[in-house]
């Protein structure tokens, strides 16, 4: 599933590559992903002589502004965006947006899980912290909200209500940094543990976003390849190999947390 990274590397792709540029038309190649295609309301933000005026993330999802509306987009499990050609439609192609200069732009999605919603500004709430701010996450972490949840650490960071983006993947690494056990209550961590927290997620973060994000099962970037920072993975799927940190003996657990694998080092992880 794209996490933060991820989300964030199509978004920037997008921005750059097609920003600035005018719509001929968006074609839809079937009727629905998760939900049913608006396809009235989403042709008219995507019509013939429309402007691209701006692409980014909010969350873990993508947003596309034009001059006749906005559009919200969930990758969902599997959704990628790649360049395509205006006369060929590949497997999984199921929306393609065209511009008046030739160029093409094309939602796959293998699996479906990801929607396109007309994005309505009623609906539009301040929404969870951005973990790539340091502050932010610091000011979140020392809340009523989380300091006092009897929940684990890690289930809270991949609360996407509280925090927009953070996935299994950089949840794992990140404790990992901070030295924090995934199975620790918020409620029993220490003001110093937070603060090493709320600098290790933006710094992990920016690096994956550099790297193109991870390449976990199907996930490509936007130029089709498949990120690098699964190289960098200190704990993620590492069961039973030897600890990267400097100087610890320990070996990589995995444990069954919430319905999903958690993976640390049991000697430097408390
Ligand atoms: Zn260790």
């Known amino acids: 599933m794209p996490e933060l990274p991820e989300v964030q590397n199509f978004a920037q792709s997008i921005q750059s590559n097609y920003v600035g540029k005018k719509f001929k038309n968006i074609i839809f190649h079937r009727d629905n992903l998760r939900y049913p295609f608006e396809k009235?309301?989403?042709?008219?933000?995507?019509?013939?002589?429309?402007?691209?005026?701006?692409?980014?993330r909010e969350g873990k999802q993508i947003i596309l502004q034009t001059s006749n509306g906005s559009v919200t987009i969930s990758l969902g499990m599997t959704g990628a965006f790649k360049a395509a050609n205006q006369n060929e439609v590949e497997k999984?192609?199921?929306?393609?947006?065209?511009?008046?200069?030739?160029?093409?732009?094309?939602?796959?999605?293998?699996?479906?899980?990801?929607?396109?919603?007309?994005?309505?500004?009623?609906?539009?709430?301040?929404?969870?912290?951005?973990?790539?701010?340091?502050?932010?996450l610091l000011e979140l972490f020392l809340s009523e909200v989380v300091k006092n949840k009897c929940?684990?650490?890690?289930?809270?960071l991949m609360d996407q209500k509280l925090i927009g983006g953070i996935g299994n993947i950089y949840a794992l690494e990140a404790l990992f940094l901070a030295e924090i056990l995934p199975t620790t209550r918020c409620v029993d961590l220490s003001i110093t543990k937070w603060k090493k927290?709320?600098?290790?997620?933006?710094?992990?973060?920016?690096?994956?976003?550099?790297?193109?994000?991870?390449?976990?099962?199907?996930?490509?970037?936007?130029?089709?390849?498949?990120?690098?920072?699964?190289?960098?993975?200190?704990?993620?799927?590492?069961?039973?190999?030897?600890?990267?940190?400097?100087?610890?003996?320990?070996?990589?657990?995995?444990?069954?947390?919430?319905?999903?694998?958690?993976?640390?080092?049991?000697?430097?992880?408390f």
Not at 40 to 56: D, P, Q, R, S, T
Not at 105 to 132: Q, Y
């Open 40 to 56: 009235a309301k989403l042709e008219k933000i995507f019509a013939n002589g429309i402007e691209f005026l701006n692409c980014y």
């Open 151 to 156: 929940i684990s650490v890690k289930d809270m």
């Open 197 to 269: 927290l709320a600098k290790e997620i933006p710094i992990i973060l920016n690096q994956a976003i550099a790297l193109g994000g991870s390449s976990i099962s199907t996930y490509r970037s936007f130029k089709g390849d498949k990120g690098s920072f699964q190289t960098l993975h200190k704990v993620y799927g590492r069961e039973n190999e030897k600890c990267l940190k400097k100087g610890c003996q320990g070996n990589i657990k995995r444990i069954a947390q919430s319905g999903r694998s958690s993976w640390y080092c049991p000697d430097c992880q």
């Open 92 to 136: 999984h192609q199921h929306i393609t947006l065209n511009f008046k200069n030739g160029e093409s732009l094309a939602f796959v999605d293998p699996r479906r899980f990801g929607f396109w919603k007309v994005f309505d500004s009623k609906e539009l709430k301040k929404t969870s912290c951005d973990p790539l701010v340091e502050t932010d």
